[in-house]
């Protein structure tokens, strides 16, 4: 493990249209000890090819290929292969700000705290904000977490020196495997802090947020059920506060 170094984990599936932009942000940072480990997960366009030249150009980002096995099999094939101390999950159409870096390691040394998330512009495919920023909460714990999931994961970045690599559950494929990431190193540390600077943009595809909505409740019953271990009656009340959280959180 390299004590300054952060391991920033890019899983990318088919990324072609955007891959290009999220490494340029990465190049772009004023913290420069990083490196980019991009995994394609068998993808059938130009992804890798774009990522090789990049690689040509920056010894710090480095292509690995896999059969397609969904993000968390992805990330997990980063993280093992990681060297740093912090880990960030930065996904494949999604942006940092030059400042990214310096900001997070900065606001997680000034809380001590070892999570940390931030706030973020809502941008659609044309790069175009779509929705106001969201602002996470300052502190959020395990049960906050349940509720809602505050920690975007183009934000979240996390610690390993007290409790070490923390791997995604892939059983949960695509859906959701970032939250129970998240759950899992929230056990460990008690809290994640919120940055409010606006630092980053997530990319909202074209895709409605009520279909993707729809298309992930049974992954979050599964969350609570499966991977949380709550009693029925538990996992419902918190897919109704994640439900309606969302609601909210994704109101213009």
């Not at 170094?5 to 772009?28: C, D, F, H, M, R």
């Not at 366009?45 to 090789?52: E, G, L, Q």
Request: positive net charge; aromatic residues 12%.
């Amino acid at each position: 493990m390299q004590d300054t170094l952060v391991s920033i984990i890019t899983p990318v599936y088919n990324g072609e249209k955007y891959i290009a932009q999220t490494i340029e942000s990465v190049l772009a940072q004023t913290y420069p000890d990083w490196e980019m480990l991009i995994i394609d997960d068998g993808s059938r366009d130009n992804s890798a090819a774009i990522a090789r030249d990049y690689c040509a150009r920056d010894s710090r980002i480095s292509l690995y290929s896999q059969t397609n096995a969904g993000s968390a099999a992805a990330r997990n094939n980063g993280i093992r292969r990681a060297r740093g101390r912090y880990i960030a999950l930065l996904d494949a159409d999604d942006l940092w700000d030059s400042t990214f870096l310096a900001s997070q390691l900065n606001f997680m040394k000034e809380k001590g705290a070892l999570l940390v998330c931030s706030a973020h512009r809502r941008i659609d495919e044309y790069g175009r904000e779509c929705l106001k920023p969201f602002f996470p909460p300052e502190k959020a714990t395990y049960t906050d977490l349940l509720r809602t999931c505050s920690i975007s994961c183009l934000t979240g970045l996390y610690d390993t020196s007290a409790y070490g690599k923390v791997f995604l559950n892939e059983k949960f494929k695509s859906l959701r495997d970032d939250l129970v990431y998240w759950l899992e190193i929230v056990k460990k540390t008690g809290a994640v802090y919120g940055n409010q600077e606006i630092i980053a943009s997530f990319r909202i595809s074209g895709t409605s947020v009520t279909h993707n909505k729809k298309k992930v409740i049974v992954p979050q019953y599964k969350v609570y059920r499966e991977s949380e271990g709550l009693s029925r009656i538990k996992s419902l009340y918190y897919l109704l506060c994640w439900a309606w959280n969302g609601f909210i959180k994704y109101r213009r």
